[in-house]
Nanobody, 123 residues
Framework: QVQLVESGGGLVQAGGSLRLSCAAS????????MGWYRQFPGKQRELVATITSGGSTNYADSLKGRFTISTDNAKNTVYLQMNSLKPEDTAVYYC?????????????????WGQGTQVTVSS
């Protein structure tokens, strides 16, 4: 079992920045990819950005240029740098990890979610 612990959310004024962190912990796992999603009240969770273990990134088109995803593979941690924040970025942000367990057979990928962290941008 893998646990994802998020941090870094909070309240910020429009135009400000926040950096979210998500650390994966557990035993004998390998990370294929990590990412961030967000959820607005009454809406489905939507993609913010993902990054593979090889460093390939994918962003929601509307967020390119303002948000940057990165990882520290040694710490099993993914970051989301959010700049020029807007009130419409206000949401709960969730970390996601796609994991395999090299000692398990047959091999398959498991998906895990963090508990979510609130980001509120005031106007």
């Amino acid at each position: 079992q893998v646990q994802l612990v998020e941090s870094g959310g909070g309240l910020v004024q429009a135009g400000g920045s926040l950096r979210l962190s998500c650390a994966a912990s557990g035993s004998s796992f390998s990370i294929n990819a990590m990412g961030w999603y967000r959820q607005f009240p009454g809406k489905q969770r939507e993609l913010v950005a993902t990054i593979t273990s090889g460093g390939s990134t994918n962003y929601a088109d509307s967020l390119k240029g303002r948000f940057t995803i990165s990882t520290d593979n040694a710490k099993n941690t993914v970051y989301l740098q959010m700049n020029s924040l807007k009130p419409e970025d206000t949401a709960v942000y969730y970390c996601n990890a796609r994991i395999t367990y090299p000692t398990k057979s047959p091999s398959r990928e498991y998906g895990y979610w963090g508990q979510g962290t609130q980001v509120t941008v005031s106007s």
